[in-house]
């Protein structure tokens, strides 16, 4: 089992930034790749960044430029760095991580844009 906390969300202005953080917790040698989702209101949970466990990220289109995900190498913490947010950002952000055969969700954490 793997347990997830999401923290660093909040209200923002547009152009401006935010870091999310999330720990993970339990049998944390057994995660594979780690990852962020989000769901805005209305929408789909879509995944936009990902951290493989051989090291490498890849981004959605969406965030590409503006959003960085990094993780630590004992693999208990993963970030998210979002810059040059846009009113669109608005949702409420998730940390996955999976272990090949489960994936672990937090409970998310909510990260609204003003214009």
């Known amino acids: 089992q793997v347990h997830l906390v999401e923290s660093g969300g909040g209200l923002v202005q547009a152009g401006g930034s935010l870091r999310l953080s999330c720990a993970a917790s339990?049998?944390?040698?057994?995660?594979?790749?780690m990852a962020w989702y989000r769901q805005a209101p209305g929408k789909q949970r879509e995944l936009f960044a990902v951290?493989?466990?051989?090291?490498?990220?890849n981004y959605a289109d969406s965030v590409k430029g503006r959003f960085t995900i990094s993780r630590t190498g004992a693999k208990s913490w993963v970030y998210l760095q979002l810059n040059s947010l846009k009113p669109e950002d608005t949702a409420v952000y998730y940390c996955?991580?999976?272990?090949?055969?489960?994936?672990?969700w937090g409970k998310g954490t909510l990260v609204t844009v003003s214009s």
């Open positions: 996955n991580a999976d272990d090949h055969v489960v994936h672990y």
């Open positions: 951290f493989t466990s051989g090291g490498s990220t």
């Open positions: 339990g049998r944390i040698y057994s995660i594979n790749d």
